[in-house]
């Protein structure tokens, strides 16, 4: 009897495995690995000046974070920051060099070790301080 | 690249986000950060230096991260083991292991690769026309994959998911080997790579490598070269960032092709860029002859700038006549300027 039980509760429960193993693989979609999110850490302003824009990157999550590369309207640019790491709840100020022209627009991604991205927008630029 | 967000939303988004926060935190900064310009270092690469974006900061990935080095790959020719056969003809034989693979592909960012004997491209395969082929494959990675040649061969040996399964082909399981065995025809620059679905997918994520089948008389003695052009997604947007010859992206930028003035310079030229239609292949202060996917002896064009579609394949020759250090880089100048760059060095 308790034998029976026992097989039937296998029987049943192969295919139920099978099914959530297939769903979870499917929402995972793991061909594509971990999505990485950098949501907590933004900018929270930009400082334009001549052939230069200020970004002030402010880490909001609790672990060490790295900014690796900056991408600036689709190219690669030049950026000088203080210090490699940005320490939970700590702030940083990064330069990228940039012949910036008054009145257009720059997008700017700033890319994670992880090549997670943040993306930033500057709107018709003047020079000056630009709150996010 | 396609620009994934429009301003105005990024800058509603990044509006939401931000608090009150801005002055306690700006006061946080160091007095470095927060006031003057800081020094300008170039050490990326070395933990705990300050870091610079590496468009002016002389750098590229140090080679012993990845295992590979985009230089050496550009030189690298596997003719495999071969053995000769009865009426005069050659087997070559290759073994390529698939497995998973953290990558660096420009400085500062790692990229989850699929490899071929953990390297991206995987192993450049040489034949001559008409030798008999054998490619043990092994799939030591985590997903199933495929090994499809581009040639003219049985429909089993394709590497075809769904084809050829009754001989142990198809999608090659995790665990699973299979032998693919076949002819070297025609002669010509060609592709290998991953077939399984999602196609894109497995191929973006690493799964390449160039083919090249020699003519029976081969070719002119000549430097040769293999640029295989690739991009990366790595933030995983359906979009590419990164793009490279050989992988790395500006590698060439720092360590340029070293080639002799006046010597015959062939480059197998591949294109194996996901996610983007078209690439393009530009050199300064030169021109080339075209010899389109290597099918025939005779030039088809005698030009500076050639366009290839995705998988699509060029044999490239030229000579230098002058010393120097001369550019090569995508003409679509955004791939350029996302890593897709490099120099040729011409000396005596």
């Known amino acids: ?132 | 690249m396609r620009r994934s967000f429009t301003r105005r939303r990024a800058l509603g988004a990044a509006a939401a986000i931000v608090g009150s926060g801005v002055a306690v935190r700006l006061s946080q900064l160091s007095p470095q950060a927060a006031g003057a310009t800081p020094p300008h270092q170039h050490h990326p690469l070395v933990p705990g230096s300050s870091h610079s974006g590496f468009a002016a900061g002389n750098t590229t990935v140090d080679p012993a991260v990845n295992g590979f080095d985009p230089s050496a790959i550009m030189r690298d020719f596997d003719w495999g083991k071969t053995r000769p056969l009865a009426g005069g003809r050659t087997l070559r034989e290759w073994e390529l292991v698939a497995y998973d693979k953290q990558i660096e592909i420009v400085p500062g960012v790692k990229f989850s690769a699929w490899t071929y004997n953990g390297r991206v491209p995987g192993p450049t395969l040489r034949a001559r026309e008409g030798d008999l082929l054998r490619i043990h494959f092994a799939n030591a990675g985590t997903h199933p994959h495929t090994i499809h040649f581009h040639g003219i061969h049985s429909a089993v040996m394709d590497g075809t998911p769904g084809i050829g399964e009754e001989i142990g082909g198809g999608l090659i399981d995790v665990g699973e080997k299979f032998t693919y065995e076949f002819d070297a025809q025609p002669f010509g620059l060609h592709l290998y790579h991953c077939h399984a679905s999602p196609l894109a997918g497995h191929i973006a994520k690493g799964l390449y490598g160039t083919f090249i089948v020699d003519p029976p008389q081969g070719r002119p003695q000549a430097d040769e070269l293999v640029m295989v052009q690739n991009a990366f997604d790595p933030n995983f947007n359906d979009d590419n960032e990164v793009y490279a010859v050989n992988t790395v992206a500006f590698h060439f930028m720092y360590r340029p092709v070293r080639v002799k003035r006046g010597e015959l310079v062939r480059i197998y030229l591949v294109n194996i860029v996901e996610l983007d239609p078209i690439n393009s292949f530009h050199i300064h202060g030169n021109f080339f002859h075209r010899f389109p996917t290597g099918t025939s002896l005779a030039p088809s064009e005698y030009t500076d700038t050639v366009i290839q579609g995705q998988g699509q394949r060029d044999v490239l020759e030229l000579r230098f006549p002058h010393t120097g250090k001369f550019m090569f880089h995508a003409h679509k100048s955004e791939f350029a300027a996302l890593g897709w760059m490099g120099f040729f060095e011409v000396v005596e």
Do not use: C
């Open chain 1, 1 to 132: 009897m308790l034998e029976r039980l026992l097989r039937r509760i296998w029987l049943l429960g192969v295919p139920v495995g099978l099914l959530g193993a297939a769903a979870v693989i499917a929402y995972a979609r793991p061909w594509h690995d971990t999505v990485p999110t950098a949501h907590e850490v933004t900018v929270e302003q930009a400082v334009l000046r001549p052939g230069a824009i200020v970004l002030v990157v402010v880490n909001n999550s609790e672990k060490t974070v790295r900014v690796a590369q900056v991408i600036l309207n689709d190219a690669f640019v030049d950026f000088r920051q203080s210090q490699r790491e940005v320490a939970p709840g700590d702030a940083e100020r990064i330069t990228v060099s940039y012949p910036w022209v008054p009145g257009e627009s720059y997008d700017v991604q700033l890319m994670m070790p992880t090549g997670a991205t943040i993306a930033y927008g500057i709107e018709d630029a003047e020079a000056g301080a630009q709150q996010a």
